[in-house]
T-cell receptor
Framework: DAGVTQSPTHLIKTRGQQVTLRCSPI?????VSWYQQVLGQGPQFIFQ???????GRGNFPDRFSARQFPNYSSELNVNALLLGDSALYLC???????????????FGSGTRLTVV | AQSVSQHNHHVILSEAASLELGCNYS??????LFWYVQYPGQHLQLLLK??????LVKGIKGFEAEFIKSKFSFNLRKPSVQWSDTAEYFC????????????FGGGTRLMVKP
């Protein structure tokens, strides 16, 4: 079984540009979440989608947006890039969405974004 | 908003030594707790999780963690580490009924000397 796949693996962008990162969840997983991991820190929650609907949003500016497609893959868009957006962007999938318990994610290897 | 503190940023141990990594969280209600591990060059993997019941949780590769509600702690332990345990370890918490939004600690980088 393929795991969570993310593309591209590395990306270099200039300040002010826009970037789109892509994620394909594990087959059968309907929930996709995005996290930002700045070097030396733990991952920080950005978005969660389930069945194509946004189910949660972290403390990120409106420059960050995402969507989930009918096949459950997802895109994360970041507009007007800043130097501080340089980070590893992680996608995680889970089989379900439960307002009670959380059953754990499967993470992808991430997209390393460098803004210069 | 909840937060997670991992007080040990870097830990160096010799093989066969015992390991305990600290994790404290701030949230007054019911929580789900997790430890994730990131081996060099690999993606984050779930080590173990706690929802309810027995506060001593056993995970993969001989790891265990103990939830102490009164101390808001969820420390990770392993009786005897191996060189292959060299990795970065992240504690994470999500309040019950908050969906899948994890709050991670800053991580602890463990190096095991052969």
């Amino acid at each position: 079984d393929a795991g969570v796949t993310q593309s591209p693996t590395h990306l270099i962008k200039t300040r002010g540009q826009q970037v789109t990162l892509r994620c394909s969840p594990i087959s059968g997983h309907k929930s996709v979440s995005w996290y930002q991991q700045v070097l030396g820190q733990g991952p920080q929650f950005i978005f969660q989608y389930y069945e194509k609907e946004e189910r949660g949003r972290g403390n990120f500016p409106d420059r960050f947006s995402a969507r989930q497609f009918p096949n459950y893959s997802s895109e994360l868009n970041v507009n007007a890039l800043l130097l501080g957006d340089s980070a590893l962007y992680l996608c995680a999938s889970s089989s379900d969405y439960d307002r009670g318990n959380h059953y754990g994610y499967t993470f992808g290897s991430g997209t390393r974004l460098t803004v210069v | 908003a909840q937060s997670v503190s991992q007080h040990n940023h870097h830990v160096i141990l010799s093989e066969a030594a015992s390991l305990e990594l600290g994790c404290n969280y701030s949230y007054g209600g019911t929580v789900n707790l997790f430890w994730y591990v990131q081996y060099p060059g690999q993606h984050l993997q779930l080590l173990l999780k706690y929802f309810s019941g027995d506060p001593l949780v056993k995970g993969i590769k001989g790891f265990e963690a103990e939830f102490i509600k009164s101390k808001f702690s969820f420390n990770l332990r392993k009786p005897s580490v191996q060189w292959s345990d060299t990795a970065e370890y992240f504690c994470a918490v999500t309040p019950y009924n908050a969906g899948n939004m994890l709050t991670f600690g800053g991580g602890t980088r463990l190096m095991v000397k052969p």
